[in-house]
């Protein structure tokens, strides 16, 4: 059934690569090129449920790396684990400047009930300022740093879970579509068959 099944799903592959490059543009890439080798497993390029199930896994995962290494760390989790590099390096985007500061006051509160209280009194972070980026940035990693120990747990706590979900979600809504489709074209064939 497997067998049958996974010939079934051109479409999710279709959804994916409408939005990613081509595994071609990005190996030939002139930056890429340097790594030769190294870039050139197959999972890290190709579309499958496995693959983007991982990369999901390992975007939802990075996204929450404090600063602007979060596709940095994407990349290095990606390659050896080799799970879909774009799809991985895409799924990071969930953390922006809008979305930053409501999670990481959910890490410190999921820190908080797992470690219990540190000590560390809870403030909210600080207002962004969009006419001075820079100064927003370092007034919310000063606030960031303030958090401590609940902070860090909760942040690799939250990280971990978003991950497994990400993976699952992915898992079964690939698998669910390609069900569905399955079928569709099933009950096709059987109508053309009259």
């Known amino acids: 059934m497997e067998t049958a ?44 449920r496995h693959s983007v199930a991982g990369g999901v896994a390992v975007g939802m995962f990075s996204g929450l790396v404090p600063g602007p290494l979060q596709m940095l760390a994407a ?21 922006n400047l809008f979305t930053i500061g409501p999670l990481y006051v959910l890490a410190y509160l999921i820190g908080r009930l797992i470690i219990g209280g540190d000590g560390t ?10 006419s001075r980026p820079r100064a927003s940035l ?14 860090a747990v909760g942040l690799l706590a939250l990280a971990l879970a978003l991950a497994a979900l990400g993976y ?17 074209r099933r009950q096709r064939r059987g109508e053309h068959g009259r």
């Open 5 to 48: 099944i996974s010939t079934a799903d051109p479409m999710p592959r279709k959804i994916f690569k409408k939005y990613l490059p081509s595994h071609e543009s990005v190996r030939n890439h002139r930056h890429i090129a340097r790594f030769g080798g190294f870039l050139q497993h197959p999972n890290l390029w190709h579309l499958n």
């Open 168 to 184: 699952a979600c992915v898992q079964v809504g690939w698998r669910a579509y390609v069900i569905r489709a399955w079928r569709k």
């Open 138 to 151: 370092e007034a919310f990693m000063g606030w960031a740093l303030s958090m401590g120990t609940p902070l």
């Open 121 to 130: 009194p809870f403030s909210p972070p600080p207002e962004l300022e969009w």
């Open 75 to 95: 990349a290095l989790l990606a390659v050896p684990l080799r799970v879909n590099l774009p799809v991985a390096l895409v799924t990071t985007l969930y953390t």
